[in-house]
């Protein structure tokens, strides 16, 4: 995650546990449904709140541009991947989850990497749903698209209750209130079982290592994945930042929280076994006892971004951290 923060999709692949990457939920992807255009006719216009600023769908959006593989993936977990014209971010992507693999495959490819303003715009895209690190200084001009009639919904959440909002919204826009629903309870179901699991263990201090270089790049307090890894029973040592989401700290503050397990983001460049060695050559890092002692997990991106994996990102991480709970 060099440039724009979050902007790289990762594995799930955990040394100490290959075997949590056949956690998933959900049934298999040729059961997961089209959205249901049937009664687009009556559609009746809708005016969202998208964290602070207004969002206005006046008729059932027909060409979706989908901005990051937590965006595309949230659409086809809700039947709406026939809606797609493009995604962008799939160079930091490393494969949808096998259930969604027959629909995600399909999706028109936009840009490999980030969206360009060309290929928006040439796009004929009516609607778009994307992180919000595709916007603003260094992306899309909100305010452009707008004026060129396509109407643009963040996905920016934090919590929980504000994934599900998105989720919840894009009920509303897409007439699958049902549907939305039905996921959402689904995902609050099968979170509160791993808590409850959960309920008299400790948390592990948890290390998110995004990068190195001049520090270690990692998440903040507010982070999306800080809530993922505390619902999954661990918690990230460096919860107690909360003026940033992604921030860069030294080696020696690392060192002296003292996690007890390392998460890698495992992504294009560097491998993650280049920044596994990269940890274990460190003077600073290879004197902790987890590295010692080679505490090491690594998660996708997309799978601690705001989308349709936070249970299945809580089930595999509480395995990561509590093994023992698990056998």
């Known amino acids: 995650m060099k440039k724009r923060g979050i902007k790289k999709s990762l594995a799930l692949i955990f040394t100490a546990a290959m075997l949590l990457t056949a956690c998933s939920g959900g049934g298999g992807g040729s059961e997961i449904p089209d959205g249901d255009s049937s009664s687009e006719g009556d559609y009746k216009p809708l005016t969202l709140d998208n964290y602070g600023r207004e969002a206005v769908v006046e008729t059932m959006p027909q060409n979706v541009l989908t901005l990051g593989p937590n965006c595309s993936e949230l ?24 259930e969604y693999a027959e629909f995600y495959d399909k999706i028109p490819e936009l840009n490999y990497g980030s969206a360009t303003r060309e290929s928006v715009i040439s796009s004929g895209a009516d609607f778009i749903y994307g992180i919000d690190w595709e916007f603003g200084e260094e992306g899309l001009d909100l305010e452009e698209l707008n004026e060129m009639g396509i109407t643009t919904y963040m996905n920016s959440a934090t919590t929980l209750d504000q994934i599900y909002g998105e989720i919840t919204d894009l009920g509303k826009i897409f007439k699958i209130e049902d549907k939305a629903q039905a996921f959402i309870g689904e995902q609050k179901e099968r979170i509160s079982a791993v808590e409850e699991k959960l309920k008299d263990q400790e948390p592990v201090s948890v290390l998110v290592y995004d990068s190195g270089g001049e520090g270690v790049f990692t998440c903040g307090g507010t982070n999306f994945e800080t809530m993922l890894v505390e619902k999954a029973g661990g918690r990230n040592v460096f919860d107690d930042i909360t003026d940033k989401q992604w921030v860069t700290v030294s080696y020696e503050e690392v060192l002296k929280r003292n996690p007890d397990i390392i998460i890698i983001h495992d992504y294009d460049s560097p491998s993650l076994e280049e920044k596994i060695n990269a940890i274990k050559n460190d003077p600073v890092l290879s ?15 997309e799978s601690v971004l705001p989308g349709d994996r936070m249970a299945y990102t809580v089930e595999t991480l509480s395995k990561t951290f509590h093994p023992e709970l698990f056998k």
Do not use: M, Y
């Not at 659409?75 to 962008?88: E, K, M, Y």
């Not at 004197?287 to 991106?301: H, S, T």
């Open 75 to 98: 659409f086809v977990a809700l039947g709406l991947s026939d809606r797609i014209v493009g995604n962008t971010l799939d160079n930091h992507s490393r494969g949808p989850l096998p």
């Open 287 to 301: 004197q902790l006892d987890c590295v010692k002692n080679e505490k090491f997990g690594a998660i996708a991106l």
